[in-house]
């Protein structure tokens, strides 16, 4: 169990009585998202994000039996797989398009409800362990008194609709949290020697975790890297008998990433996901050194996790003086996350940062009640607890008060989500007016092929086609659209003189002038959004008037490609 050394046995003991408090504050609040999910109508457009979408309709697609495919044409690995295998049996339900969204909402907050129940567990054994010839006053209440500030702050941070929504948000994020946080969990008593300490069960368990991980984001082969690396400092003092469990830990996660990546290779014509390759920048020396600095600081991390004892002494801060160092593998692998999508790709988004967001909701917690410990440790005599740490916790509180209150407000502007409500209008009126064999392109397509029930091929290529990344590498992207029939282009922008220029640009630099300026603007659903877009003009933050627009290609279509 972790940090379960030096519990005392009395049953009866405040921290009992504070993780039964971290249960209910885990539970109260994925029942408040739970219940925003099913009740709001607008929630599944207010929590999730356009890619959410992709997933909704290639999960409608595979259940459907036209396999994995986003535009009914050409095939697509462009998503992790586990979340996938997850949610396409919702669709063999039947439900409407709103329904089965909401219905996978629903999910998402039941699985950030054990995920932070997990998490609560493993909070209230590390606040529970400390070292009895500490000299506090009433030391046998001071759990119930520093448990109970840092349960405020966990609920807070977990209720929080920016930090929600990193996981409840239609993606794999949900899952991703589940099972970061198991691992957490289980590998908490350990206390960096993992290839002694651990039972050979439990290291399977673990090597298990690891390759659902992976399948469930495929980011987390750093993880598993980390993982590798930190153990493998455990080989000069364990000599050759802690080979075998490093290979019980590491080899199924690693079998997992080879057949993931040949499966790739046969049915999809590359080893990684098309999505990763679509967002890839090209590395230049500049971007390899950043890289390198980042990844000489994970390294530095993992080797200074290993060589810190895990203290039982008395300090300021005994919680985080424990889970840092028992922790380091999982902090160096947020770490290669930050610096990964921070310098090797073109775009960064929330859901991306989910190991990031539950380590740092550890980290808040813990120094929280640590901060909480010293206050009550320093009290005057004729101080409660709570008088005692209310200045402290006044300045630390507010700060996460504020952002709680901004967050809320973000949450229920409808600006911030009004993209997702035109490109749903958008789409369906394509359902009801263009023929069901119509092939669209949009770069945001989600919603747009969500509604639509029609081919829409994205542009940006994040769930496309090999073929198709193929054919933008060798400007072969206009023959591309032109052999499979594209008829109307439709995605939202910024209006000039009535039109979006980027899309006239785009026909003209692929299909020709001529096309361009036969090209007919058939209907535009203008809006007002504050927010990130993508467009023919690529990532953009935007807050000002736009509108969805659908432009009619001539017939017949060519292009300008050699």
């Known amino acids: 169990m972790p940090f379960t050394e030096n519990l005392p046995t009395q049953p009866e003991r405040p921290g009992h009585a504070v993780a039964r408090l971290f249960t209910l504050a885990a539970w109260g609040t994925a029942w408040i998202w739970l219940a925003i999910a099913i009740f709001w109508d607008d929630a599944i457009h207010a929590l999730t994000f356009d890619d959410a979408f992709y997933y909704f309709t290639i999960a409608r697609h595979i259940a459907q039996g036209h396999g994995s495919t986003f535009d009914g044409i050409d095939a697509t690995n462009g998503y992790h797989p586990l979340w996938m295998l997850l949610i396409t049996p919702v669709y063999w339900l039947n439900l409407s398009d709103a329904s089965a969204a909401r219905c996978l909402l629903a999910l998402q907050a039941i699985l950030y409800g054990i995920s932070l129940s997990l998490m609560g567990r493993m909070l209230s054994l590390c606040l529970e362990t400390r070292h009895e010839s500490r000299a506090v006053a009433a030391p046998e209440e001071r759990p119930a008194a520093t448990g109970r500030v840092a349960i405020v702050a966990f609920g807070l941070f977990a209720l929080t609709p920016a930090i929600a929504r990193i996981t409840i948000n239609g993606m794999e994020s949900a899952l991703v949290m589940l099972l970061d946080t198991g691992i957490l969990l289980l590998t908490a008593g350990w206390k960096g020697s993992w290839l002694t300490r651990a039972s050979r069960s439990q290291r399977l368990r673990l090597s298990a975790l690891l390759s659902l991980a992976i399948l469930a984001r495929t980011d987390h082969v750093l993880l598993l890297s980390c993982v590798g690396f930190w153990t493998l400092l455990e080989i000069p003092r364990t000599g050759k008998r802690g080979w075998l469990p490093w290979l019980e830990l590491t080899a199924a996660p690693l079998m997992t990433v080879l057949l993931y990546g040949l499966a790739n290779q046969y049915y999809f014509d590359t080893f990684v996901q098309i999505s990763g390759l679509v967002k890839r920048v090209s590395l230049t020396p500049y971007r390899w050194g950043m890289l390198g600095i980042v990844t000489g600081l994970a390294l530095c991390i993992l080797w200074l996790g290993q060589r810190q004892p895990l203290t039982t002494s008395p300090s300021r801060f005994p919680g985080l003086r424990r889970f840092l160092p028992s922790t380091a593998w999982f902090a160096a692998f947020c770490c290669l996350i930050l610096g990964y999508y921070g310098i090797a790709q073109n775009q960064q988004w929330l859901w991306y940062y989910a190991p990031v967001a539950l380590y740092s909701q550890m980290f808040l917690t813990i120094f929280v009640a640590d901060l909480g410990e010293a206050a ?147 209907k535009r659903w203008p809006f007002r959004f504050t927010g990130t877009t993508v467009s023919v003009d690529g990532e953009q933050a935007a807050s000002h008037d736009m509108a969805v627009f659908l432009y009619r290609l001539p017939r017949p279509l060519s292009s300008l490609d050699n």
């Open 376 to 522: 009550i440790t320093e009290k005057k005599p004729n101080h409660s607890d709570f008088q005692a740490m209310a200045p402290a916790m006044g300045l630390l509180m507010l700060p996460l008060l504020i952002f709680f209150m901004l967050s809320i407000r973000d949450m229920f502007a409808a600006s911030r989500y009004s993209i997702l409500l035109a490109n749903k209008a958008a789409a369906e009126w394509i359902a009801s007016n263009l023929p069901t064999d119509t092939v669209l392109g949009a770069w945001d397509a989600g919603v747009l092929g969500y509604y639509a029930h029609r081919s829409i091929i994205n542009l940006d290529g994040v769930v496309n086609s090999m073929d198709f990344l193929k054919a933008h590498m060798t400007g072969n992207v206009g023959r591309f659209l032109t052999e499979r029939n594209l008829a109307y282009i439709v995605n939202h922008g910024v209006p000039m003189g009535g039109r979006d220029n980027g899309i006239d640009d785009y026909i003209k630099n692929r299909l020709g002038s001529d096309a361009a300026a036969t090209s007919t603007l058939v």
